[in-house]
């Protein structure tokens, strides 16, 4: 784990999407329902998920599991055939579900504020999904790249370090001696930010900031962040005063 210090010298502010600078779980909720109404019929109506009747218990569920699909499996009770279904379902759902999205409270600020810094999102939801968000909150401007599901190839969604290196790519070409921050929520952010590292030059420098606004349990996981924060202009104070 990295010493974070405050006054470090920031080259780019890298961002998670779902749970980090939107929420994004009624969405989510809404979404997974038209896809177990498809694939798993027996997990709907009466027997739908306790972890689909809420916002909060989803939340729970999804910063307790690893993965996409063991969330599936360990908390929405699908077996392997219906996870595999339902995987290239999500992107074409998601676009059509109408659900809203908000950001969290202090994001659009803080973004604002950091406008000084190359941000980037680098993110499992669609990229036309991130971006109608982001234009919706009139924030679209900050963010030299957004790099999402239809970006890159199935196998190398996170917690594999492609996107970071495909964003980064965009906002620097190549990258040497540069120190950057990817701020998370889930242990997959995590992960994801010591795959990038491994696969960058060894001069530079990639920080885990997890934020806690959407329910994350950094503590409790077995990969820990160099940073916790609770909210975004806990990060400006970190990296500006």
């Known amino acids: ?83 595999k279904n339902a995987g290239p379902l999500w992107e074409t759902y998601q676009m059509l579900d109408k659900t809203g999205v908000t950001l969290f409270d202090g994001v ?33 401007s900050a963010f030299e790249s957004v790099i999402g599901y239809e970006d890159l190839p199935h196998h ?13 790519q965009e906002i620097f070409g190549n990258t040497q001696g540069k120190t950057i921050i990817y701020v998370g929520d889930h242990i997959a952010d995590v992960l994801f930010t010591r795959a990038l590292g491994e696969q960058l030059e060894a001069s530079n420098t990639v920080i885990s900031v997890i934020i806690t606004h959407s329910g994350a349990r950094p503590g409790q996981w077995r990969v820990k962040p160099d940073e916790v924060i609770e909210s975004p202009t806990d990060l400006a104070a970190l990296i500006m005063n």
């Open 1 to 83: 784990m990295l010493q974070f210090k405050k006054n470090i010298k920031v080259d780019a502010i890298l961002w998670d999407f779902d749970g980090t600078l939107a929420n994004s779980a009624a969405k989510n909720i809404a979404i997974t329902k038209q896809i177990l109404a498809r694939v798993a019929p027996r997990l709907t109506g009466s027997n739908l998920p306790r972890y689909l009747q809420s916002e909060t218990d989803y939340h729970f569920a999804n910063h307790a599991a690893d993965h996409w699909r063991d969330l599936y499996r360990d908390y929405f009770g699908m077996t392997a055939d219906e996870i």
């Open 156 to 168: 190398h969604q996170k917690p594999a370090p492609d996107g970071g290196l495909k964003c980064l």
């Open 108 to 140: 659009a600020d803080t973004v604002r504020q950091l406008s000084g810094f190359p941000q980037g999102i680098c993110s499992a939801n669609a990229t036309s999904n991130i971006r109608q968000v982001l234009h919706e909150h009139d924030i679209s």
